[in-house]
């Protein structure tokens, strides 16, 4: 059965699109998180599926500058708050509004799309593929001495948000161009979303470290205490929402400051990359309960413009079989070379889908893994180690929010 898809037209249109998926995770939206939405992502960004005159989904993109391997970012589009009413679901909804994206995103000139999957069976059939890893982490207060002796140099304090908003975003932006797979935030993203104190929290707010290290600020953490006391003990939880360091003895200081917090039995975290400077600053790692998922879907729009905007680390050449049925302008042989990719009629020496080339792109996903994955098949002799000389790239990829 055909849809109607189209951008939203207003405010109420936008309102219903976003309920497609908040039904499932927040509600019906409220007059001032549409408020909040709309100031992050343009209205002409959120396609709406129509049966009819009746809404049945929706997909929105923010518009996003995404690092790549070489510390520079490409335009990137940030897929978000894709949903279907339960009353349409199984019906090609969800590809009608596909469909539409991405075809909007290829005529913007964006070269790549990002997305976190709620469930990781669904966009692989849409070209995107596991680009970075992350973890959920728990450390027991018992268990959270450094390996080595560590004296503190700097000092923590608690700032205002006002204050936050001046002196965490060059610490982010700094990590930024260390890490890929991290995306500029302007200061409507960080008014909005990362410094914002939910209605929830208003009795126990979320808190706002900065950490004054050689006469400047060095690293910022924001956390959330949990409360609690058993059998007359307190064994509340720290919940870490982002920490970071402009180098490492100031990321270890305020590690140190959030793993030192009193009344605290457990300091969980999110979204932990697997080489994160905690497992080697720890005595105990292995007491650390770590579990790895998927992070950030990677989907090249744009193979040329994708595979010829970041860097690599040599110039040795190989040629690309790509598949890609759902964006057929990209399906062919790309010969990539010298940092440049361009179509060829030179032989292939690996053939795989655009989704494993997604996975490949930011360096977290190797062609041998891809390759004893069934993912990606060599061609020629030797192209399997050649890709991966190109494409290896350290640190890896770490995307430290959900958008």
Not at 41 to 69: I, N, Y
Not at 202 to 209: A, G
Not at 317 to 326: L, M, P, Q, S, T
């Amino acid at each position: 059965m055909p849809f109607d898809v189209r951008p939203c037209r207003d405010r109420e249109e936008f309102g219903r699109a976003l309920n497609s998926i908040g039904q499932n995770v927040f509600g019906s939206p409220p007059e001032e998180t549409l408020d909040r939405w709309l100031r992050l992502v343009e209205l002409e960004r959120v396609h709406a599926s129509f049966d009819g005159e009746q809404l049945v989904g929706g997909a929105g993109a923010f518009a996003l500058d995404l690092t790549v391997p070489c510390g520079g970012s490409l335009p990137c589009a940030g897929v978000t708050i894709v949903g279907t009413y339960p009353t349409h679901r199984r019906r090609g909804v969800l590809r009608s509004l596909m469909r539409a994206q991405l075809d909007d995103v290829h005529e913007r000139g964006e070269p790549l799309a990002a997305l976190w999957a709620s469930e990781e069976t669904i966009y692989g059939r849409f070209g995107y593929g596991i680009a970075s890893w992350c973890g959920d982490l728990a450390i027991p207060r018992e268990t959270n001495a450094f390996a080595r002796p560590f004296e503190l140099r700097g000092q923590a304090r608690f700032v205002s948000q006002e204050e936050a908003a001046t002196l965490f975003p060059p610490l982010w932006d700094a990590l930024r161009a260390e890490r890929t797979g991290m995306f500029a935030r302007n200061a409507a993203w960080w008014e909005t979303r990362r410094l914002r104190i939910p209605d929830d929290e208003q009795m126990n707010p979320r808190r706002f470290v900065a950490l004054e290290l050689d006469g400047g600020t060095q690293a910022y953490a924001i956390y959330k205490v949990q409360p609690g006391f058993e059998d007359g003990s307190p064994n509340g939880r720290l919940d870490v929402l982002e920490a970071v360091g402009a180098n490492p003895e100031a990321t270890a200081e305020i590690w140190r400051f959030l793993l030192d917090v009193d009344w605290i039995a457990t300091v969980k975290a999110s979204l932990i990359p697997p080489d994160h400077p905690l497992f080697l600053l720890l005595a105990s790692p292995r007491r650390v309960r770590y579990r790895m998922g998927d992070g950030l879907w990677v989907r090249l729009v744009d193979v040329g413009a994708a595979l010829s905007g970041r860097a690599y680390t040599g110039d040795s050449a190989v040629v690309f079989e790509v598949r890609d049925a759902f964006c057929p302008w990209n399906e062919g042989r790309w010969k990539l070379e010298r940092g440049r990719a361009a179509r060829t009629d030179k032989p292939a020496e690996l053939a795989l889908d655009v989704g494993a080339l997604g996975s490949a792109y930011l360096g977290a996903v190797s062609f041998a893994q891809l390759c004893d994955g069934l993912r990606v098949e060599e061609l020629a002799e030797g192209a399997i180690a050649r890709a991966d000389a190109l494409f290896g790239w350290r640190p890896l990829p770490w995307c430290p929010e959900i958008f």
